[in-house]
T-cell receptor, first 112, second 116 residues
């Protein structure tokens, strides 16, 4: 059974600070890793994808992947109130057309 | 921009009714997916399809069926709706599984289904 674990939160971060979201996964064969943001009542939207060990930066967002530790994280710099949402970690084991396995999400609150 | 649309944002049905949820994508993607999302349980895969007329069971297929007669359209069918199928249903599409940098899934806006 493939599992993706996230701390459900809520994670409360002051405006302007760095928010750090973490995720672990069980399938060592996983190849693709994604972070989605979901506002209440809306569908998930893609923030970042990462495929190889190390860091990947896109604007205020940095995804970090460590396959040996089966760990992926998302850093949000200069956090804004509009970043308040639930962040979903998703993993694809690859090798076919299978759907993603999602964590249950971390609820992030940016305090003005 | 990829666009995935779903036929209804909100739907209310009665127990025992046959329910059709429609999903259309406009990017000629090969793969399409149906998920349901419930509080405390997260997103769970119901069915997926990697080609026209092809379908595969996901993690929770019981009580559901699907149809993919055309590449752009993937339908989820509840043969006899039950109250435990009250949920948010999300459709997604993806270009392909290989190479890896084309395997991003894009979601539709979701259908909130209530079964009374």
């Amino acid at each position: 059974q493939k599992e993706v674990e996230q701390n459900s939160g809520p994670l409360s971060v002051p405006e302007g600070a760095i928010a750090s979201l973490n995720c672990t996964y069980s399938d060592r064969g996983s190849q693709s890793f994604f972070w989605y943001r979901q506002y209440s009542g809306k569908s998930p939207e893609l923030i970042m994808s990462i495929y190889s060990n190390g860091d990947k930066e896109d604007g205020r967002f940095t995804a970090q992947l460590n396959k040996a530790s089966q760990y992926v994280s998302l850093l949000i710099r200069d956090s804004q109130p509009s970043d308040s949402a639930t962040y979903l970690c998703a993993v694809n084991s690859g090798g076919g057309a299978d759907g993603l396995t999602f964590g249950k999400g971390t609820h992030l609150i940016i305090q003005p | 921009d990829v666009k995935v649309t779903q036929s209804s944002r909100y739907l209310v049905k009665r127990t025992g009714e046959k329910v059709f949820l429609e999903c259309v994508q406009d990017m000629d993607h090969e793969n399409m997916f149906w998920y349901r999302q419930d509080p405390g349980l997260g997103l769970r895969l119901i069915y997926f399809s990697y080609d026209v007329k092809m379908k595969e069971k996901g993690d929770i297929p019981e009580g559901y069926s699907v149809s993919r007669e055309k590449k752009e359209r993937f339908s989820l069918i509840l043969e006899s709706a039950s109250t435990n199928q009250t949920s948010m249903y999300l459709c997604a599409s993806r270009e392909g599984a290989e190479p890896l940098n084309t395997d991003t899934q894009y979601f539709g806006p979701g259908t909130r289904l209530t079964v009374l």
